[in-house]
């Protein structure tokens, strides 16, 4: 069975320094070679940091002539414990320093205190990435091993802060295709905020691509109470917000870009907000290296590093689905430029037909992830040199159920943008670990919200905090409570989720002071007096009517829908094209389902 690694897109790893280290672990006497045998490993040895067989081994493994390594033995394995009691178990994690410091008892009885000398197997798999998605190291998927690259090699050899050094990192981070773009954008406009950028870059209306909208975020963190912004400020960011932030943070050291502050104001919910965030610019470096990158008369293009995964996130559903096809419009374009129906004919498979509404949005977003792809005529041409791009078996490449949805839905969808197809992989997300299965709804929500607001035209906002709806409407005198639900196989409106949206209902009518103060219902304006429920979800099934019946008949009559996520996007389109009025929606609450067509 072939590992599942994740190369391509990189969060959190952000020295470059740390970078060329665990790069020149591969090249036998280097000095960083050198000292982790000399003096790392039997320092963690000595102090009981790691095991005596993995010190042998990893000594082994760093003395041989050519060094091809098994990855697992690179990454280390996590700890079945507490992770800030595991020891080193890999490599890399051996050749990057913590940021805590610790005071550690050795083996025969003397004491320490220095910095962590090993960081967790997370960190070391998130350089090794960098290390693979920037050609440093070559990745052999059929032997799950890494070996430098002849880039590495230079790069390993250079003085620090020397010209081989920095040519060497230049020619690296300009082949990883995000750089082009967020150097690229920068270039458009100075001065760019992360969900600026963010919202412009990777493959958007897609889980793992998500950005936050500047004004509900500047919302959110303007309304929040004082004890509370520092939450937000660190939490509240999508993650194409959080690969533009680490990659303007490799591109500040390189001199390509300059960080400051700026004063932002947006409105949201017809109410203004300002604050003061960060913002990134490009410099004149960094318009040469953008000129590097692109060539000139006097220097070719750099090719273009795009590594299978690259091409979706792990979280999108069928990603290995979207990854084919994109590849394939990339081989495709890169024997000569082609027509969205030429394109949509050579993706054409014995599963099935493309369409070129599909082709038109993967090459949008081919061309927000930094690959140059222009349209001239009705014609595509790739202008980069496309490298390490490896496609697997087409039977290992199988589609999902929200893939047929997302792909009927785009279709219809004339008015509303497509960067709204990210609902569904939110409404069918069924992230495993409570940390992702959180984000996944919060994001939810704030694109739910997104969509009402952004795109149909009623006011209103995303609550979400606990003992609070999700997310409140209205339009006129005309409110909805609603609550968001992820349901990968369903939603029928449990019980619990029955009572708390009773206690919503409950707690709207009768408007009583409470302590602590969570008095929500004030967020609707003061002329809203003819509320409904609603529950937004993948798919309803089972006796969902009867649960909307309950509450309905439970709290004075007030009426209830639910609707599916599909519906959800068929009614932006409905209402975004003037087929339908925001007040003719609050005449649909019958207890029932919500569904819309577009025809």
């Keep these: 069975m072939m590992p599942n690694r994740t190369f391509g897109w990189v969060q959190n790893p952000a020295d470059l320094a740390k970078l060329k280290k665990v790069v020149s672990i591969f090249e036998p006497n280097s000095k960083v070679n050198l000292w982790l045998v000399n003096e ?40 079945s414990g507490r992770r800030a009691d595991a020891i080193c178990t890999g490599i890399v994690q051996a050749v990057i320093d913590a940021q805590q410091s610790r005071t550690y008892a050795g083996r025969q009885g003397s004491t320490i205190t220095i910095k962590k000398p090993y960081v967790d197997d997370w960190t070391a798999d998130g350089y090794l990435r960098w290390a693979i998605s920037c050609g440093l190291l070559e990745y052999n998927i059929a032997e799950d091993t890494c070996k430098i690259s002849d880039l590495g090699r230079k790069l390993a050899m250079s003085e620090a802060d020397s010209c081989g050094e920095t040519e060497a990192l230049s020619v690296a981070l300009l082949s990883y295709p995000p750089v082009i773009r967020i150097l690229s954008l920068l270039k458009q406009t100075d001065e760019l905020t992360k969900f600026e950028l963010g919202k412009e870059l990777g493959f958007k ?58 004063q932002v104001t947006e409105i949201y919910r017809e109410k203004s907000y300002t604050a003061k ?12 290296a953008l000129i590097m990158a692109k060539g000139n008369s006097s220097n070719k293009r750099i090719p273009r590093i795009v590594m299978f995964e690259m091409l979706a996130s792990n979280k999108a559903p069928g990603a290995n689905y979207l990854r084919y096809e994109r590849a394939s419009i990339l081989n495709t374009l890169s024997v000569s430029s082609k027509s969205l129906k030429q394109i949509a004919t050579a993706l054409k498979t014995a599963d099935g037909t493309v369409s070129e509404s599909t082709v038109k949005d993967h090459i949008k977003g081919l061309y927000s992830i930094g690959i140059e792809i222009t349209e001239r005529n009705g014609k595509y041409k790739l202008h980069d040199m496309i490298k390490s791009l490896v496609l697997p078996q087409r039977s290992k490449c199988s589609k999902e159920i929200v893939n047929d949805i997302k792909d009927r839905v785009r279709d219809r969808l004339i008015n509303v943008k497509h960067d709204y197809l990210a609902l569904i992989d939110l409404a069918y997300s069924d992230a495993a670990a409570k940390s992702s299965k959180n984000s996944d709804a919060r994001e939810f929500e704030i694109q739910t919200a997104s969509l009402f607001v952004n795109e149909m035209g009623f006011s209103g906002k995303r609550l979400g905090d606990a003992n609070r709806p999700d997310i409140i409407i209205s339009y006129g005198n005309c409110g909805t409570i609603i609550d968001n639900k992820s349901y990968k196989d369903g939603f029928n409106i449990p019980v619990h989720s029955a009572d708390e949206m009773g206690r919503y209902v409950n707690e709207n009518q009768r408007r009583l002071p409470c302590i602590p103060p969570n008095e929500w219902w004030k967020e ?22 009867q649960q909307l019946e309950y509450i309905s008949n439970t709290h004075s009559g007030i009426n209830g829908g639910a609707i599916s996520v599909e519906n959800l996007l068929y009614l932006a389109e409905n209402i975004k094209s003037g087929r339908l009025g925001c007040r003719n929606f609050f005449d649909d609450f019958a207890n029932k389902e919500l569904t819309y067509t577009t025809v």
């Design 205 to 262: 209306g897609e889980l793992g691509f998500t950005s936050i909208p500047q004004a509900a975020y500047l919302c959110d963190y303007c309304e929040a109470p004082a004890n509370q912004k520092t939450s937000i400020r660190n939490n509240e960011e999508g993650d194409s917000d959080k690969y533009a932030r680490g990659i303007a943070s490799w591109l500040m050291q390189m001199g390509w870009v300059t960080k400051s502050t700026k």
């Design 277 to 288: 965030l960060q913002a990134y610019s490009i410099t004149r470096a960094g318009e040469k």
């Design 524 to 545: 609707f304006p003061e002329n809203v007096c003819n509320f409904t429920f609603l529950f937004v979800t993948s798919y309803l099934k089972g006796n969902f009517e």
């Design 40 to 79: 790392r490993l039997p320092l963690l040895n000595r102090y009981k940091l790691i095991s005596k067989q993995d010190y042998t081994t990893f000594r082994e493994q760093l003395t041989k002539e050519t060094l091809k390594i098994d990855y697992n033995l690179l990454k280390g394995k996590g700890s």
